[in-house]
């Protein structure tokens, strides 16, 4: 068995030992208003609301920031890139009850083959998190001096963390069971088949690191990580709230900050997070 596998998974059987190390990686935090610059050249995607044929609200993302708004759709900016950037959350679309719902969390168990449909900020009361989504890089270490780097890819709603693991590797059959970040503290529940890992961390010099150990069995280690890149959202763009709303009949909807509603539709108290329009844009 190589290196990696021996101390990341390594193999299961009688007499033997098997440890999945954990980290996440934490760097700097952007400044107000830019993301860092990431691969991408130009990140921001439109996407754009139409009816769907049982009476909801359908969403699809189009191509470049060039595309426009038609007549018959409404619509909104976000951020479009295959790796998580730093500081912005994902934003799914699943199907539920019959229609589509945006979410900020992959669907549970199937976290390893969820992809967001954009990427968006965070809303303005929920900074303290604004630390925590993205693509992390980590390097972990077992008891016995072993070591090796990994990634994975974080989001965060409130002081809830979740996520998954590198896609790509043989990581994506580890889970985030469970997860929180609490005044700077981070504790996470990792699960691998029936085996069950804790991570604790803090800040420590401008990075996150802190300890693992398998629950109730033998096995321990140390880690440290440092957080992936983020975009920079062009300065024709400015933020808007996306809020959620419940209908009469029990649907949702959503509509960034504006636009009109149905006097009888009940918002969600805390927008579902930041979307970008243009700054000549106005809704429709």
């Known amino acids: 068995m190589s290196g990696w596998r021996r101390v990341l998974f390594g193999a299961a059987g009688q007499g033997s030992r098997r440890w ?12 107000e208003g830019v993301m860092m610059a990431a691969a991408v050249s130009d990140p921001m995607r439109l996407v754009v609301r139409r009816q769907a044929p ?8 189009l191509g470049g920031a060039d595309d ?6 409404g619509g909104f900016y976000v951020v479009s890139a295959r790796r998580w950037p730093a500081g912005l959350v994902p934003v799914f679309l699943h199907r539920r009850g019959g229609e589509e719902r945006l979410e900020r969390f992959p669907l549970t168990g199937w976290e390893a083959i969820s992809e967001p449909l954009f990427f968006a900020a965070l809303p303005e009361r929920e900074g303290t998190d604004r630390l925590l989504p993205g693509r992390w890089v980590c390097r972990a270490w077992h008891e016995d001096g072993a070591g090796e780097f990994f990634s994975w890819d974080l989001t965060a709603l409130e002081d809830r963390i979740g996520g998954r693991f590198d896609v790509d590797t ?11 970040y609490v005044n700077g503290r981070l504790m996470l529940e990792i699960r691998y088949i029936e ?63 504006g636009e009109p509603v149905v006097k009888a539709w009940t918002r969600n108290p805390k927008p579902l997070c930041l979307v970008w329009r243009k700054s000549n844009q106005e809704p429709d």
């Open 20 to 31: 999945v190390l954990m980290g996440l990686l934490i760097g700097g935090l952007p400044g």
């Open 54 to 61: 049982n009476g909801g609200e359908s969403y699809t993302l």
């Open 68 to 73: 426009h708004l038609s007549e018959e759709a």
């Open 170 to 180: 043989d990581f994506r059959f580890a889970s985030i069971w469970k997860g929180q």
């Open 195 to 257: 085996a069950r890992y804790q991570l604790v961390g803090q800040w420590i010099d401008g990075r996150l690191a802190g300890e693992w150990t398998r629950i109730n069995e033998e096995g321990r280690g140390t880690w440290e990580a440092t957080r992936g890149k983020g975009v920079a959202i062009p300065p024709s763009f400015r933020t808007v709230r996306l809020w959620s709303y419940q209908t009469e009949d029990g649907s949702i909807r959503y509509r960034v900050e």
